[in-house]
């Protein structure tokens, strides 16, 4: 795959260079080209559709949007797709026993409980439930210590997600410094795991990192994972740096930006919000979902 379809912004950075945009949603469209081959494939063998369930508990509004997104995607792409919608009084014992019969449902080969839950659920008990052979999200300990131990089943969508833009622009983290800001078991810390895996040099840098400019400001590739909307901008990155933003925020005006203030940088190259991560994470979650039906 190359680049060339790619859009560059005029804006010159220092060493004179545009700075080259990563499109996230050119990578998911291609890909999903791919996928939708995949899953006929495997239909026609196996005389069944892969399957995904997706469940929501309450009305958060962002939620109920990723989440239509994601049902929509299952369908077209061809699989079977389940959406289970439960009020938010839903108790913690209904959700266990739902999760169980998916577990128990030969039709489904994957399971996402969107997060967050409302506050009454216990998030970690209800991940735990999910069978790590039905858990597309990577989110069990199961699938988190199997990509540990360089034994991965699948791995989390996002992080997966920022590998395959990379691989798709031949920008290679091998040898890289990469800093990733944020430490959260969704991307942050499989994020590091990746990269490390990629023969990357990694520092994990938070919320009480001491200087994060210094860090950021000498790293080849970095990947902002704050969850701090429009937190990091041109000063905190060199010109020759690779700015990876996973952070999607809505704004007053309803507006959605990222952690990283897209528009003022001036670097090699980097994903914009919306357009960037977002649609890879969606793109993961389908190609997660038939990796584990592959291996039912
Ligand atoms: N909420 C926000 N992102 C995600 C995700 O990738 N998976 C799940 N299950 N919930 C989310």
Do not use: W
Not at 111 to 118: A, E, K, S
Not at 145 to 158: E, F, H, N, S, W
Not at 204 to 210: D, E
């Amino acid at each position: 795959m190359t680049n060339q379809s790619s859009k560059r912004y005029k804006r010159p950075n220092k060493a004179g260079a545009p700075v080259l945009r990563l499109d996230g949603k050119a990578v998911a469209d291609a890909r999903r080209k791919v996928l939708q081959d995949k899953i006929a494939q495997f239909t026609q063998t196996r005389q069944r559709k892969p399957g995904l369930a997706v469940v929501i508990v309450g009305q958060d509004p962002a939620s109920q949007v990723y989440v239509k997104s994601k049902v929509k995607t299952t369908t077209e792409v061809g699989m079977l797709s389940k959406h289970i919608e439960l009020p938010e009084t839903t108790s913690q014992a209904d959700l266990q026993k739902l999760i169980q019969q998916l577990n128990e449902d030969k039709t489904i080969d994957g399971i996402l409980v969107q997060l967050p839950l409302p506050k009454h659920i216990d998030t970690t008990t209800i991940v735990e439930t999910i069978k790590p052979e039905k858990d597309p999200d990577g989110l069990t300990t199961g699938n988190l210590g199997l990509l540990m131990a360089g034994r991965k089943r699948v791995a989390p969508c996002t992080p997966q997600g920022v590998m395959k833009i990379l691989e798709h622009y031949n920008l290679d983290p091998k040898g890289k410094n990469v800093v990733v800001v944020g430490r959260s078991n969704i991307v942050g810390k499989p994020m590091a795991q990746l990269m490390l895996d990629a023969d990357a040099t990694v520092t994990i840098a938070h919320s009480q990192t001491k200087n994060l400019k210094q860090h950021t400001k000498q790293a080849d590739i970095v990947v902002v994972a704050a969850g701090k909307p429009q937190f990091l901008g041109a000063d905190d990155f060199n010109e020759n740096a690779i700015v990876i933003d996973v952070g999607i925020h809505r704004t007053q005006d309803n507006k959605v930006t990222g952690d990283v203030r897209f528009k003022e940088l001036n670097v090699r190259a980097a994903t914009p919000v919306p357009g960037g991560v977002g649609p890879m994470t969606i793109q993961m979650l389908m190609e997660n979902t038939l990796a584990l039906a592959e291996l039912t």
